[in-house]
């Protein structure tokens, strides 16, 4: 069964087509980053007609570089939710059209469920059950995976997500947009230990997090060394800010694992490419007796194969939706895709 994705949540605009869910014939992705560091964060409305730009030619080179006429997809599976409102809209709308116009299913996907899946393509062996750790621009979750569309959150954060931070921490340390891998190649230079950052704790909520606490303290220890004059070891702050990101996101997937009862662990999304995060979850699940998986790189970020991958198993569990399906900017991943 072949499936087109479609993934325009944020500041990609991104057409796949994947094979029986598993399998890439192609990955068109349109970036917006040089557009957008101009302001130093996404900017929604530019977003939104950047995807309208693009999406129609990036389809055109989906199905070209998968050799596939447009007769030859079986269905289209988008994201309708979480995202910035206005970018879900363009690509969602433009996947209803051609689900209208080819007589095809339309199958709705979950963002977060679409990055779980990027796994799926990367490693033919990985099936549910297992315990996933999305860490992403937007949102920070543990998620049981007791199957391919039965989803359960154990936790997450309760303000800024993992990867809003990063971004907020490079603006203040003076690098570029989007700030995880320049803060990654920055805190190699450092052993860190310099700085003391907060690590925060949810009274009665073990598996939650906190990331504004941590924020705040990185951009207020650059402001200080600003105004008193003082030197700033960029490279150990970047380090120590990495590593208490880290402190905060590893012990907790390994306790949520262990509270499930899983013995897999699933990293995904565009945080889980952060070299200080990988090793430090290798050591841990080695140390546990737990499998690893970590996504490549290149599918680490958001991508049209992810949401195809994801919605093979959708399709297969029944759930597709007709032309009112609407876009929604948050929405809870264990609830059922559409409703």
Do not use: W
């Not at 900017?43 to 995807?51: F, G, N």
């Not at 799926?120 to 995976?145: C, K, M």
């Amino acid at each position: 069964m072949k499936i087109r994705g479609v993934e325009s949540s944020c500041d990609e605009t991104a057409v796949a087509v994947v094979e029986d869910g598993r399998r890439i014939l192609s990955d068109a992705i349109a970036s917006q980053v040089e557009t957008h560091a101009l302001y130093g964060g996404v900017v929604p409305e530019i977003a939104s007609r950047k995807h309208v730009e693009a999406i129609a030619a990036l389809t055109e080179k989906a199905l070209a570089d998968a050799g596939c006429a447009r007769g030859d997809i079986d269905a289209v599976a988008a994201t309708y939710a979480p995202g910035l409102i206005g970018a879900v809209l363009v690509g969602l709308s433009f996947a209803k059209a051609a689900a209208l116009g080819l007589g095809i299913p339309l199958i709705p996907v979950h963002h977060i469920r679409g990055h779980i899946a990027a796994n799926y393509l990367a490693f033919p062996e990985l099936e549910p059950p297992f315990l996933a750790l999305a860490i992403s621009g937007g949102n920070t979750l543990l998620i049981d995976v007791a199957g391919y569309t039965g989803m359960t959150i154990l936790g997450g954060t309760r303000d800024d997500a993992a990867g809003e931070c990063f971004d907020k921490a490079a603006r203040v340390l003076d690098l570029p947009y989007p700030g995880g891998k320049p803060i990654d190649d920055l805190a190699q230079q450092s052993r860190g230990g310099v700085y003391h950052l907060p690590h925060a704790q949810v009274d009665g909520a073990p598996l939650d997090m906190s990331f504004s606490g941590l924020k705040t303290a990185v951009v207020n220890l650059a402001h200080h060394a600003r105004q008193t004059g003082q030197a700033l070891d960029r490279a150990a702050l970047a380090r120590d800010f990495s590593q208490a990101v880290s402190d905060a996101l590893v012990p907790r997937a390994m306790e949520a694992a262990r509270l499930a009862g899983r013995k897999t662990i699933v990293a995904a999304g565009g945080v889980a490419a952060n070299s200080i995060i990988r090793a430090d979850l290798e050591r841990a699940c080695r140390e546990a007796g737990c499998r690893l998986y970590l996504p490549p790189l290149r599918l680490c970020g958001d991508n049209g194969a992810m949401i195809a991958a994801q919605g093979y198993y959708e399709y297969l569990a029944g759930h597709t939706a007709g032309m009112d399906l609407n876009a929604c900017a948050t929405k809870d991943l264990s609830e059922e895709s559409g409703a």
